[in-house]
């Protein structure tokens, strides 16, 4: 199988293309095509004053900052679910709540997720209904 590298910033980041799907570009509802700014992780909230972001955009990729390190990846659509790929990310190591924020963010992302855009709120849910996380337009 094919696998490339990219070198993002001081990180090394492996791909597996077949891990990779496209949305059709256009295809994405605009409603939830932008910037959002992480509230709550799985109802435990969030640290205060650390910048967990997620961009979705219009061509099927996201990219985002997890609070210490910067990440990319595309998703994929299907009525109200939504996929992530793995995403590639940059390896810095910060404090431990950092890092464990990070996780938990991680983490949601890589389950089946229904989406839902409340006026200027994300909510990106998982199987059983719960909360993974809770956006703000930013």
Do not use: H
Not at 17 to 43: C, K, Q, T
């Amino acid at each position: 199988m094919l696998k490339f590298a990219l070198f993002l910033g001081c990180g090394c980041v492996l791909i597996d293309p077949a891990s990779v799907s496209m949305v059709a570009a256009g295809s994405v509802p605009p409603a939830l095509v932008g910037r959002w700014l992480v509230e709550d992780i799985g109802g435990g909230g969030v640290i205060d004053f650390l910048q967990t972001t997620l961009e979705i955009n219009d061509d099927g990729t996201y990219a985002g900052f997890a609070g210490c390190n910067s990440y990319t990846g595309t998703f994929g659509l299907s009525g109200d679910e939504i996929s992530f790929s793995p995403p590639g990310a940059t390896r810095k190591i910060c404090v431990p709540a950092v890092m464990d924020q990070e996780g938990k963010f991680f983490e949601v992302l890589k389950r089946g997720l229904s989406w839902k855009v409340d006026d200027t709120k994300l909510f990106l849910a998982g199987p059983n209904a719960k909360i993974g996380l809770r956006l703000v337009a930013n």
